[in-house]
């Protein structure tokens, strides 16, 4: 029983940070119609920032996000406007191929810089825990899950609260009648990919925190944001925090009740069930023509 | 015309016959078996990907599937290295194409966008079972196969040579036949419309699902052979995410949809693939070089070899025709774009 407990709180914890990298992810699937096979490289590429700034300028991991936050922003700016937008056709399958091919760059490129070796990131609340009864929990889990909360609040408040929010949504809804009506969707879509990256890179540095990362990492990564986001029903931001939440709470659970080595795969059952019984995930809107 | 291309196709047969008899330096030939192998497999992805336009990315777990039935049988029924395990290639391939079903039949419920997506979860999946079975796939240690040592030197590589060759011929007579039949039409309009197909009596169901399991079957096969070859397996190999994309960015440098392109994607692209691994094999360069070469075609050539080059052909010979119609003609093709592989990315209101 007592494992159970300990499987759910570190699940929503760390939830949480998937939660903040999934996001990005479905946001940007929302808005554009890409699905962006890169986010698991650029988490992984926030996390060597903030190892970076952390290990050369000894700037505190949170602190560090002010910086590194901004510059993944312009970055995922740079990378809409260079990659994504000359794609004329064929969009969803050709704009997988190209995130793709950025993931390997990054992982190439990150792998000349920092080697293979796996690394973590370091600071003095990642080893001090409380203690839960006999159960120990690392502070950097609760900072980690605030700081999603926090960015996720944000998040919502850019896009029910803000004019920008209004663009956004609009052209999630239509992007056709979003043109008609004036809005100038390719700056959105510019700026929402921004943002997808920029949210990863907050996610990135949590994950560099609690896991231990090499260049190669995004692949796990990735596999798992992408079954976040079918589980949720794409291009739903509530379907991604409910998903993020209640795959890692089913996996923390596992592993601790039974094994880890079987941790993933009860979820990953799951969502073959889900999609058996609602191809379109939990909070999908049903596919159709949309001519 | 028609007497002009069949010559041409005997020719190339001739030439790929004879190639390994004229350059039998092993390195070559082993770079031709690989060429030929992944031929073989975008062939296949193509019958599927190419025809009904689902872009599936989740491949390598049948290719993965074969690779491991393979080596599964080699163990637990002893067979001898030699031929005998070409035999049982299409045993491997049936298994994986028992695989698809299942796979293929939840993840074609969803619509182009989802399942692109699904399907590389599924291919997660895969990879994930074949580290988490331990007791059939020996885990991340992974599997050997019969070695054939008997085949020393120069010899080595001509029977996988030959038997790819046939692998390839019998994929792309397959590819040809769904092409040409009422059955492929019916998937070149689920391509175009799938509402529509469906209103006019096309099975989009069943069809879609028919061509999933063909192209698994030659991708389990191509896997069988590809582990007997290497002599080794284990699940990161088996179970390459690169496979997977490999396979779509060969199809479209060559032409979707098109018989010949996925085979002349594979022909430039993987040489060039095994010339960088092999000069480049410290980590990091290889991945940024395969990944601007990556880019580079995307973005300079989003509709392929062949589609490109037979929108030129038909507008030099309209051009070139001397009849009074010509440019008539030619401004026709400049519109609607007559080409085979006229693709549907218009038509999910993604590009309007």
Redesign the interface.
């Given at each position: 029983m007592q494992l159970i407990v300990n499987g759910i709180i570190t699940g929503i914890l760390t939830g949480g940070v998937y939660a903040l990298m999934a996001s990005g992810l479905t946001l940007i699937?929302g808005v554009m119609?890409i699905?962006n096979?890169g986010q698991g490289a650029l988490v992984i590429l926030g996390a060597y920032l903030s190892y970076v700034l952390q290990q050369k300028f000894n700037i505190d991991l949170f602190l560090g996000l002010l910086i590194t936050m901004p510059i993944m922003f312009l970055f995922g700016v740079l990378l809409e406007w260079a990659?994504i937008r000359?794609?004329?056709?064929?969009?969803?399958?050709?704009s997988?191929?190209?995130t793709?091919?950025?993931?390997?760059?990054i992982?190439?490129?990150?792998?000349?810089a920092f080697?293979?070796n796996i690394v973590k990131l370091q600071a003095p609340y990642v080893d001090t825990s409380f203690q839960i009864g006999d159960f120990y929990l690392a502070h950097i889990y609760v900072y980690g899950f605030i700081l999603s909360m926090v960015l996720l609040g944000g998040l919502y408040v850019l896009l029910y609260r803000t004019k920008f929010g209004y663009s956004l949504r609009a052209s999630m809804q239509d992007?056709?009648a979003a043109q008609l009506i004036g809005i100038d969707v390719e700056r959105v879509s510019a700026i929402t990919f921004g943002v997808g990256v920029a949210l990863a890179a907050a996610g990135g540095m949590v994950y560099g925190a609690t896991n231990a990362f090499n260049p190669n990492s995004h692949?796990d990564l990735i596999?798992r944001l992408?079954?976040i986001?079918?589980f949720g029903g794409?291009g739903s931001l509530r379907g991604a925090l409910i998903a993020s939440l209640g795959m890692l709470v089913i996996e923390d659970v596992t592993a601790l009740a039974w094994s880890p080595?079987?941790a993933?795969?009860v979820f990953?059952t799951l969502?073959?069930v889900v999609?058996?019984v609602r191809?379109?995930?939990l909070f999908?809107q049903i596919?159709?023509?949309?001519? | 015309m028609r007497t002009f291309k069949l010559i041409g196709l005997i020719a190339l047969l001739i030439v790929t016959i004879a190639f390994p008899q004229v350059f039998s330096n092993p390195a070559t030939t082993t770079v031709a078996v690989f060429t030929l192998l992944y031929a073989t497999a975008t062939t296949a992805w193509n019958i599927f990907s190419g025809y009904t336009g689902y872009?599936a990315?989740g491949h390598a777990a049948y290719f993965g599937v074969g690779a491991y039935a393979m080596a599964i049988m080699c163990q637990d029924w002893h067979v001898p290295a030699g031929y005998s395990p070409f035999l049982l290639l299409p045993l491997a391939g049936l298994i994986a194409a028992l695989i698809a079903i299942p796979l293929g039949w939840?993840?074609l419920?969803?619509?182009?966008?989802?399942f692109?997506?699904?399907t590389?979860?599924m291919f997660?999946?895969m990879q994930?079972?074949a580290?988490?079975l331990r007791s059939i796939t020996n885990g991340s240690t992974g599997l050997s196969l019969p070695i054939p040592s008997e085949w020393g030197g120069y010899f080595f590589n001509v029977p996988f040579y030959y038997t790819t060759l046939v692998m390839l011929l019998l994929a792309l007579g397959v590819s040809w036949w769904v092409r040409n039949s009422k059955f492929g039409l019916g998937l070149l309009a689920i391509r175009d419309?799938e509402?529509r197909a469906l209103g006019l009596g096309v099975r989009t169901s069943s069809s879609k699902l028919i061509v999933f399991v063909i192209s698994a079957f030659f991708v389990g096969m191509v896997g069988a052979l590809h582990a007997y070859f290497v002599g080794s397996i284990f699940p990161a190999f088996a179970f390459d995410?690169l496979f997977d994309?490999a396979l779509?960015?060969m199809t479209?440098l060559g032409g979707?949809g098109t018989l010949s392109g996925p085979i002349l994607g594979a022909l430039i692209l993987e040489p060039a693939q095994q010339y960088f691994s092999l000069q480049f094999s410290q980590?990091?360069?290889?991945?940024?070089?395969?990944?601007?070469l990556?880019?580079a075609i995307?973005?300079l050539l989003?509709?392929g070899i062949i589609p490109t080059l037979s929108k030129y052909w038909l507008k030099w010979k309209a051009a070139h025709d001397g009849t009074k119609n010509a440019p008539a003609l030619a401004e026709v093709i400049g519109q609607e774009n007559l080409i085979p592989a006229k693709?549907s990315?218009?038509?999910?209101?993604?590009?309007?």
């Amino acid at each position: 029983m007592q494992l159970i407990v300990n499987g759910i709180i570190t699940g929503i914890l760390t939830g949480g940070v998937y939660a903040l990298m999934a996001s990005g992810l479905t946001l940007i699937f929302g808005v554009m119609d890409i699905i962006n096979v890169g986010q698991g490289a650029l988490v992984i590429l926030g996390a060597y920032l903030s190892y970076v700034l952390q290990q050369k300028f000894n700037i505190d991991l949170f602190l560090g996000l002010l910086i590194t936050m901004p510059i993944m922003f312009l970055f995922g700016v740079l990378l809409e406007w260079a990659f994504i937008r000359p794609l004329k056709r064929d969009r969803t399958i050709l704009s997988i191929l190209v995130t793709f091919a950025i993931a390997l760059i990054i992982e190439g490129g990150l792998g000349l810089a920092f080697t293979t070796n796996i690394v973590k990131l370091q600071a003095p609340y990642v080893d001090t825990s409380f203690q839960i009864g006999d159960f120990y929990l690392a502070h950097i889990y609760v900072y980690g899950f605030i700081l999603s909360m926090v960015l996720l609040g944000g998040l919502y408040v850019l896009l029910y609260r803000t004019k920008f929010g209004y663009s956004l949504r609009a052209s999630m809804q239509d992007r056709t009648a979003a043109q008609l009506i004036g809005i100038d969707v390719e700056r959105v879509s510019a700026i929402t990919f921004g943002v997808g990256v920029a949210l990863a890179a907050a996610g990135g540095m949590v994950y560099g925190a609690t896991n231990a990362f090499n260049p190669n990492s995004h692949y796990d990564l990735i596999s798992r944001l992408l079954v976040i986001i079918i589980f949720g029903g794409m291009g739903s931001l509530r379907g991604a925090l409910i998903a993020s939440l209640g795959m890692l709470v089913i996996e923390d659970v596992t592993a601790l009740a039974w094994s880890p080595v079987w941790a993933t795969t009860v979820f990953f059952t799951l969502l073959v069930v889900v999609l058996v019984v609602r191809p379109r995930g939990l909070f999908g809107q049903i596919e159709g023509r949309k001519q | 015309m028609r007497t002009f291309k069949l010559i041409g196709l005997i020719a190339l047969l001739i030439v790929t016959i004879a190639f390994p008899q004229v350059f039998s330096n092993p390195a070559t030939t082993t770079v031709a078996v690989f060429t030929l192998l992944y031929a073989t497999a975008t062939t296949a992805w193509n019958i599927f990907s190419g025809y009904t336009g689902y872009i599936a990315l989740g491949h390598a777990a049948y290719f993965g599937v074969g690779a491991y039935a393979m080596a599964i049988m080699c163990q637990d029924w002893h067979v001898p290295a030699g031929y005998s395990p070409f035999l049982l290639l299409p045993l491997a391939g049936l298994i994986a194409a028992l695989i698809a079903i299942p796979l293929g039949w939840i993840s074609l419920r969803t619509r182009k966008h989802t399942f692109v997506v699904i399907t590389i979860a599924m291919f997660f999946i895969m990879q994930l079972m074949a580290y988490n079975l331990r007791s059939i796939t020996n885990g991340s240690t992974g599997l050997s196969l019969p070695i054939p040592s008997e085949w020393g030197g120069y010899f080595f590589n001509v029977p996988f040579y030959y038997t790819t060759l046939v692998m390839l011929l019998l994929a792309l007579g397959v590819s040809w036949w769904v092409r040409n039949s009422k059955f492929g039409l019916g998937l070149l309009a689920i391509r175009d419309d799938e509402d529509r197909a469906l209103g006019l009596g096309v099975r989009t169901s069943s069809s879609k699902l028919i061509v999933f399991v063909i192209s698994a079957f030659f991708v389990g096969m191509v896997g069988a052979l590809h582990a007997y070859f290497v002599g080794s397996i284990f699940p990161a190999f088996a179970f390459d995410p690169l496979f997977d994309v490999a396979l779509a960015l060969m199809t479209f440098l060559g032409g979707l949809g098109t018989l010949s392109g996925p085979i002349l994607g594979a022909l430039i692209l993987e040489p060039a693939q095994q010339y960088f691994s092999l000069q480049f094999s410290q980590h990091g360069y290889y991945q940024i070089i395969y990944g601007i070469l990556f880019l580079a075609i995307i973005l300079l050539l989003p509709e392929g070899i062949i589609p490109t080059l037979s929108k030129y052909w038909l507008k030099w010979k309209a051009a070139h025709d001397g009849t009074k119609n010509a440019p008539a003609l030619a401004e026709v093709i400049g519109q609607e774009n007559l080409i085979p592989a006229k693709s549907s990315g218009t038509k999910d209101g993604v590009n309007p």
